[in-house]
């Protein structure tokens, strides 16, 4: 058996060599259709498939709603401490969000992303330390700081961090230990973990007072014996108690991993069905490439046959060259697919849950190697089959082989038009998608201004009157400089994810189990100048709505008329929750509308949104926006910034330097990444049908030169040949566009959620890819046709 697979190798590599650039040309269309499948492989395997590093990472899970959001469902402290008691299903329960820290002891101040958490933390998780140890849900009063692996190298990587004493705003936390690399949770950028209960205030503080303050994300372990259905049912039951105060929540139980990836999943498993399909259109054209081989082999093979080699054994010859040209195209693809993976992290992958793992190994070459086989075999088997046929006669023969051989070209042809009017189409939805989503208006002009995150010391700005002061004094010292036209400080900027939801009802309408919901932006006035906001009616927020006046609100025109339709909001009042001393709601006066903005991303489009003083809501911090002066660099304000927070306070810390323009641009890299990468299959799909259909006519030309040659000696006209030709190769590409339309419309749903303002079945596009389709199948059936027309009926007649 030894023997026999080695000289079936010698002989292929013997053959190989003696067709180079049928060899040459096979690999390369091999490489490119393994090494793109196997780049894209690499994100899905990364993000979708390879296992969390968590003991039992199934068993963990998150509150949340089954629907598909952008970002898990937030709840209170107080509705945490409700679920923690009451679960017997959930162990190891544990809330968490994220905050600023102000890292202050060595050299300038510095800003770093943390994570404060209540409850079994690490235990939910169940990841071991690097060094040290992990905090307890006991020690949830305790001075005490988790580092993140990135920190610690920060630090400087060694062993004596342990003990080390950190001042994070403010106030001394005594490192006990560092977490691996693999741990990045909830955020890669997090660096510290603590304790919610360890900050100075956090008693008294909203989040553990006020029940509406819903900034936790819940999490938890199933408890032995329990399943995600009994958890659901147990949360199902105690919903009717636990939300009696925050009926618009949910309390889904949902898979740590699936909402992990929940927003990325759909357009992840599309992108590999795409790049499937130019792996099939590869191998459809290596299969052109196969059968036009079979002519100058046929007579090699019927004296094979007729010598009394068994079908098995010449089967097994071809299928040997088969997989070998396929393990050298497997070659090429690996290669090809780790410069491929370097790209894709550019284009965004990189900014995918877990796209910091993506890599080319373990099971990505196996698949690479399951994918390289497979692909050997089918783009040989059927052409083995064909020429191996054990009547001599048959096979020596020319008339029957070149009937069958023609059907099968023909069959590939009609099969690469319909693939590629899938992908083309795809592509075509996407792009189009995508510059809908361009044409959004932001409903602000974002050219010209400098953005950054802004954090005070908590130990310096407890009391509400002392942060107030900070934001009115660098807000007045920023617009007296003349680099500045203008700035304000707000709790969120558009594009950035991080804002606030809240529930609301008008002033004369009864309380409802499920009201409305509305973003909330707490701003200082001047914050919906910088960003240019048009004021559609009223006023803005001013230097007026201190804390202790009357409480004010501005709303955005979606708020306005969704909450007063057909109405004057002016001066109607609106309860976004709470109650006053006396037990009444805190009905806020609407001042003023404004135009819309997307603060929760361009895709969600317009929600109704509210602007709350923040001289009434104080925030420690917040998004900074700044203008710059006619002709002059956004990039430039940074120093201005700085040097104006030096003067209120050296420890208050700036991070994230950027532009508006950059932070919006940002917002549209999960689209861009799928429309750049489906664009690029479509291009793909359309250059290798094209050359599918070239190579397949060209064959048929050189199979019938002598055909075409007594048809033109007959008084056959040269336009005859090439309608012949041309019609032929249109017949099978209209086949193709017909499956290929049928089967976009059974699949059409598989695109749906990703797609803003186009339909999946839309015509203008099916039509512009069909119309495109048939051009280029046009164009590469002429070009052969006519050669064809071209040839001189003497000569090929003398021939014979």
């Known amino acids: ?95 968490y969000s994220n905050d600023a820290f102000i890292l202050t002891g060595s050299g300038d ?143 889904d139980v949902v898979g740590y991993a699936e909402q992990l990836t929940r927003d990325v999943r759909p357009a992840l498993w599309v992108l590999l069905g795409a790049v499937a399909l130019v792996l099939l259109l590869a191998a459809a054209n290596v299969a052109h490439l196969q059968l036009a081989r079979a002519a100058a082999r046929q007579r090699e093979l019927g004296i094979r046959v007729a010598l009394g080699a068994g079908r098995g054994r010449l089967v097994r010859q071809l299928l040997t060259e088969s997989v070998l040209l396929a393990l050298m195209g497997g070659v090429g693809g690996v290669l090809l697919a780790l410069w491929c993976t370097d790209l894709l992290l550019a284009l965004g992958a990189g900014n995918l849950p877990r796209g910091g793992d993506v890599a080319v190994q373990g099971r990505v070459l196996l698949f690479s190697l399951a994918v390289t086989v497979l692909t050997g075999v089918g783009v040989g088997l059927a052409p ?50 995508f510059w809908r989503l361009h044409q959004v208006d932001p409903g602000l002009d974002p050219e010209g201004v400098f953005v950054a995150l802004l954090s005070l010391p908590q130990d310096r700005y407890q009391e509400p009157e002392r942060s107030a002061a900070f934001h009115r004094d660098l807000m007045a010292r920023l617009s007296a400089r003349p680099e500045v036209a203008a700035a304000g400080l707000a709790q969120s900027l558009p594009g950035g994810f991080d804002i606030r939801r809240s529930g609301y009802w008008k002033e004369g309408t009864p309380e409802v189990p499920n009201p409305p919901d509305a973003l909330v932006n707490v701003s200082t006035p001047g914050f919906l100048e910088t960003l240019r906001v048009p004021l559609l009616a009223g006023r803005r927020l001013t230097e007026a709505d201190k804390a202790g006046t009357s409480r004010v609100m501005v709303v955005s025109e979606h708020f306005a008329r969704e909450a007063f ?65 006619p002709g002059l660099s956004p990039r430039a304000l940074e120093a201005v910034v700085r040097e104006e927070l030096r003067a209120v306070d050296p420890t208050a810390a700036l991070a994230r330097p950027s532009t508006l323009e950059d932070r919006l641009s940002s917002d549209l890299d999960r689209p861009r990444f799928r429309t750049v990468l489906l664009g690029a299959f479509g291009v793909l799909a359309l250059v290798l049908a094209a050359v599918g259909i070239y190579g397949v006519m060209s064959y048929a030309v050189a199979q019938r030169s002598h055909e075409m040659g007594v048809r033109m000696a007959l008084g056959a006209r040269r336009a005859d040949v090439l309608r012949l030709v041309v019609g032929q190769a249109l017949r099978r590409v209209g086949l193709g566009l017909g499956l290929g339309l049928a089967g976009a419309l059974a699949v ?21 890819v069909a119309l495109l389709l048939l051009g280029t199948a046009w164009l590469a059936s002429w070009l052969p046709a006519r050669r064809a027309a071209g040839v001189d009926p003497a000569s090929v007649l003398r021939r014979g």
Request: glycine residues 10%; proline residues 6%; aromatic residues 6%.
């Open 565 to 629: 339709p057909g109405e004057d909001p002016l001066g109607r009042r609106v309860s976004l929750g709470g109650n006053d001393a006396q037990g009444n709601p805190l009905w806020r006066t609407v001042v003023g509308v404004v135009g819309d903005v997307p603060y929760a991303g361009v895709e969600a489009g317009h929600e109704p949104t509210v602007y709350l003083p923040m001289d009434q809501e104080p925030k420690e911090g917040g998004q900074l926006a700044v203008r710059a002066a």
């Open 109 to 251: 101040a510095q800003q770093l992303r943390g994570t404060v958490v209540a409850g079994d933390f690490f235990g939910a998780f169940g990841v071991q330390p690097l060094l040290g140890r992990v905090f307890t849900p006991e020690e949830r009063n305790s001075a005490v700081v988790v580092l993140s692996y990135g920190q610690w190298q920060a630090m400087g990587g060694g062993t004596d961090v342990l003990g080390r004493t950190l001042t994070l705003s403010g106030q001394p936390y005594t490192v006990v230990g560092v977490m691996p690399p693999s741990f990045q949770v909830p955020q890669p950028t997090i660096a510290v973990w603590l304790p919610f209960d360890s900050q100075v205030g956090a008693a008294t503080s909203q989040a553990r007072t006020e029940r509406g303050y819903r900034a936790f994300i819940v999490t938890g372990r199933l408890a032995p014996g329990a399943t995600r259905e009994s958890a659901t049912q147990e949360m199902a039951a105690l919903a009717s108690t636990v939300l009696r105060e925050d009926p618009d929540l949910h309390l």
């Open 384 to 433: 083995a089959l064909q020429r191996t046929r054990l009547n001599p006669g048959t096979v020596l023969g020319r008339g029957a082989t070149e009937a069958s051989r023609g059907r099968a070209h023909a069959a590939l042809v009609v099969a690469e038009v319909a693939l590629a009017l899938l992908l083309i189409t795809g592509a075509g939805l996407m792009l189009k998608s």
């Open 748 to 768: 059409h749903r598989v695109m749906e959620g990703l797609l803003y303002g186009v339909g999946t079945l839309d015509l203008s596009v099916l039509s512009g």
């Open 1 to 95: 058996m030894l023997n026999d697979l080695r000289m079936d190798l010698r002989y292929a590599l013997r053959t190989m060599r003696q067709t180079p650039v049928f060899t040459v040309a096979a690999v390369l269309v091999l490489t490119l259709g393994i090494g793109v499948t196997t780049a894209l492989f690499s994100v899905v395997d990364a993000v979708l498939l390879r296992p969390l590093p968590f003991v039992e990472p199934e068993r963990v899970v998150m509150l949340g709603s089954e629907q598909v959001r952008r970002s898990p469902s937030r709840y209170s402290l107080m509705t945490f401490d409700d679920i923690a008691r009451e679960s017997t299903q959930l162990r190891s329960l544990t809330a």
